[in-house]
């Protein structure tokens, strides 16, 4: 469930925000890279890819 | 503070003394200079176990867990029922990552007080950590029927569920958590989740996950990712020390 990972991103594509969706995403991508949360990035790259491919 | 370490260099025995360091350094957060004033050998009885207790609570603020553990074991060879500091020992253990030894922990404080919300919320924590979230619920349970109000408890079950894919049971604990811990994001993030994205078409509400998912993000200063549910995740909250 890859809301678990960024929930307001997931919020935004729920309500078809897809910009603010993809983009909100991306930040919580960036963040994970430079705090080292390695964990969570398989997660929120494919977040990411789902809401760039439409998949809101 | 002062008076109390001048008094322990004049009379190291004075139990009241280490009591009141011990506990004027748990108020300010700090446990790293009262516990030294100890002497080596220093055990004390049954009266002493509370003053170790809370040298251990001190010390385990400050991230000294392996010095919070000596100290809850003078505490426990002073006073042998002494279910609180079992509790306590538990969470240091989780700290250090010794899981089975922290349930045996928690399952001996409950033994010793049967009615204990605290370790039965902390066993549920030490069981989830372990993958355990089936076994982990009742205990959560427990921790609730024995205190209603708990808001980690209701968080903790709620996300138990969550992770056994029980969303429409989760989301009432959820709702319970955020009531009840207004200014702790985790449970706001976790419901937007179900409410966003939720299987069950029923339990998805996209406006009300927005409008969660903003206020989560508003209380952790900007970002947006929760690790609930990512491998090595941690999912329990645990209350403050009270």
Redesign the interface.
Known sequence: MPARSAPLAAAYAANRQSTNAIQTAQRALDAALSSGQTNLLERLRTQLKAYQSGQL | MLEYTEVLRLQPGLAEAHNNLANALQRLGRGGGGHRALPRGFEGGPDLAETHNNLGVALAAKGEMAEAVVHYGVALRAKPDYAEAYNNLGNAMVSLGKLDQAVTNFLTAIRYRAQFPKAENSLGCALAMQGRQAEAIPHFTIALNLKPDYGEAHFNLGAALLLQHRNGEAIPHLEQAIRLLPDNPMAM??L??????AEESAL?Q??A??E???R??GLTGG???????????RVCRQPAID
């Not at chain 2, 937007?192 to 994205?197: D, E, F, K, S, V």
């Not at chain 2, 970002?223 to 995740?233: E, Y």
Request: aromatic share 4%; net charge positive.
């Open positions: 993030s976790v937007a989740g179900i409410y966003a994205t998805r996209p406006a996950a927005l969660l998912a903003k989560a993000v970002a947006d990712a929760g690790a609930l549910g990512a491998p090595g995740g």
